[in-house]
């Protein structure tokens, strides 16, 4: 009799779990049948590298940051030259001017094989890790053991039964499975506007960049620009949020030409009124260094609140130098990661819980092609950065109004005629009332418990949040896999260590 293992979920971490565990069962002799479920048609490449995200984005990291793994990052180079010259066409059909400006700027090390230290384009990796996955596929169901069926459905429950459990989804129909993996990638966006509510048509709100894709969004956005043009009218556009998709939205909206026909503008509403930094000083460089952290290099006993009191320290002398992110992101992680070996396992979840995420947010580096179009919107005085927490969207006549609060001055304050408005503020936490049904029910039914970071599931030292229920992916954040401290899995390499892990854990248990 077969065993059944069903994926919840197939984006970056199934894949990288599929890899190695369909390795394993083709030279084994267990019987295996794997489900791979979910709920849109982006098997295997997941949203940001897949269709939703489009064809002319580039990644947020270098290759080399990206995929820090070299044995990994070599196969996907040695791919990257085999299948250039269809990724680059079609790189230049879907994209503007931006991306033929990229293969301009990059052309000596895109022919000449140097990728680690370039933005490349996310569908790339995509189509890599799809085609990956696809061997795979095609390696079992040669084998006489192993069964592979692809369900394109959202899963809604899970019951237990006397030998496993029954998955259901929202067509009423049910899957028994004898093991399930949580892989379902990050929580829905937050919720900041009711889409219910009637707007004019020269109006839009963008509650998520990449639903239905990013694609359908910025043809939209283009067909109001076109229009508000055509009326001689300006329009301003609010970004929520200065993180990867809010770099993102300017990027791809920028390259539009209805976008540049006019004295069009963008506003970015952010914790912190900045974006993300790209450029490293290395003259300044030379004048810092972690001093609070290597005080507590020489005591024997430390704890997490002692470490991120001492990142804070010396990330507020970095800002006193003018030394931005991309400058010191090294140096300071180099300075947590010598003291992480010091802190004992309830410390360590400690630190990833409160503290990893909050350090992140200040640390946030970007590839200067995103920059670069910020820097030209500044010069064409097209953008204004605003320091502050989102409070409402208030919807007028013909415009947006946005309400904030200004942590500077401690009050209340407001923006008005915004007529295109992007909400990229991120994610709901796990105790949001907006979470998916799948989640609410695994809580309800205890086959699953939040841990103190609010955005991951607690997990035993098998990946399990309870008996034959695997959790991968962002869904590990606020955890130790392995001793390791992990605070945030949106990272590629995070995801390939953790996946691997789960695939030897899942096949030591069939």
């Known amino acids: 009799m077969s065993e059944k293992i069903s994926f919840i979920g197939a984006g970056i971490a199934t894949s990288y779990t599929l890899i190695p565990l369909i390795e394993k069962l083709v030279m084994a002799t267990k019987k295996v049948e794997l489900f791979i479920i979910d709920k849109s048609d982006s098997f295997y ?49 879907k994209g503007g001017e931006l991306s033929k400006a990229w293969i301009l700027e990059n052309k000596e090390d895109i022919y000449n094989g140097k990728w680690d230290d370039l933005y490349i384009p996310r569908f790339f990796f995509g189509r890599y890790i799809k085609q990956q996955v696809g061997n795979q596929i095609e390696k079992a169901r040669k084998s006489a053991h192993i069964t592979i069926t692809e369900i394109k459905k959202e899963a809604i429950n899970i019951d237990s039964t006397e030998n496993g459990f029954t998955i259901k989804f929202t067509d009423n129909s049910a899957l028994k ?18 889409s219910s509510k009637k707007i004019a048509p020269t109006l839009k709100y963008i509650n998520n960049l990449y639903l239905p894709s990013i694609d359908t969004n910025i ?17 301003n556009i609010l970004v929520l949020g200065a993180n990867a998709s809010g770099l993102e939205a300017i990027y791809r909206i920028f390259d539009q030409q209805p976008f540049k026909d006019s004295q069009n503008s963008f506003t970015c509403l952010s914790t912190h009124g900045t974006m993300p930094d790209g450029k490293i000083n290395h003259n300044k460089l030379t004048e810092f260094n972690t001093i609070n952290l290597n005080k507590l290099k020489n005591l024997e006993i430390i704890t997490a609140d002692q470490i991120a009191e ?9 800002e006193s130098l003018k030394l931005g992110a ?32 909050q350090i992140g947010r200040r640390q946030r580096c970007a590839g200067i092609h995103y920059l670069s179009v910020v820097d030209h919107l500044v010069e064409e005085a097209k953008i204004e950065q605003v320091k502050g927490q989102f409070e409402n969207l208030e919807l007028q006549d013909d415009s947006f109004k946005l309400n904030y ?41 205890n086959f699953a418990s939040i841990n103190d970071s609010k955005i991951g599931l607690k997990i035993d030292n098998h990946l399990q949040a309870s008996k034959n229920i695997y ?37 030591n248990n069939i």
């Open 45 to 93: 490449s997941g949203v940001p590298y897949g269709k939703r995200s489009g064809e002319t984005v580039l990644l947020i990291n270098d290759l080399k940051n990206f995929i820090p793994l070299d044995d990994h990052r070599t196969r996907l180079k040695n791919w990257l030259d085999k299948n250039l010259d269809e990724l680059l066409q079609t790189f230049v059909l």
């Open 219 to 235: 043809n939209n956005i283009v067909d109001i620009l076109t229009s508000r043009n055509k009326k001689k009218l300006v329009t």
């Open 326 to 357: 991309a400058s010191t992101v090294g140096i300071i992680s180099k300075g947590i990661g010598s003291l992480l070996p010091k802190l004992n396992e309830e410390q360590l979840i400690k630190f990833a819980c409160n503290h990893g995420n």
């Open 471 to 507: 959790v991968a992916g962002p869904m590990l954040a606020g955890n130790l896999i392995e001793d390791r401290a992990l605070w945030h899995l949106e990272h590629c390499g995070r995801i390939i260590w953790s996946s691997e892990i789960l695939a030897n854990k899942i096949f």
């Open 405 to 445: 609060f200004s942590p500077e001055i401690n009050v209340f304050k407001s923006l008005e005629n915004f007529h295109i408005v992007i909400n990229c503020l991120g994610s709901i936490n796990l105790e949001s009332e907006y979470i998916p049904e799948l989640f609410k029910n695994l809580f309800d039914k």
């Open 177 to 194: 499975s004898d093991k399930v993996v949580i892989s379902t990638g990050s929580l829905p966006n937050k919720k900041l506007f009711d």
């Open 310 to 318: 001492a990142v804070n320290k010396d990330l507020d002398l970095a």
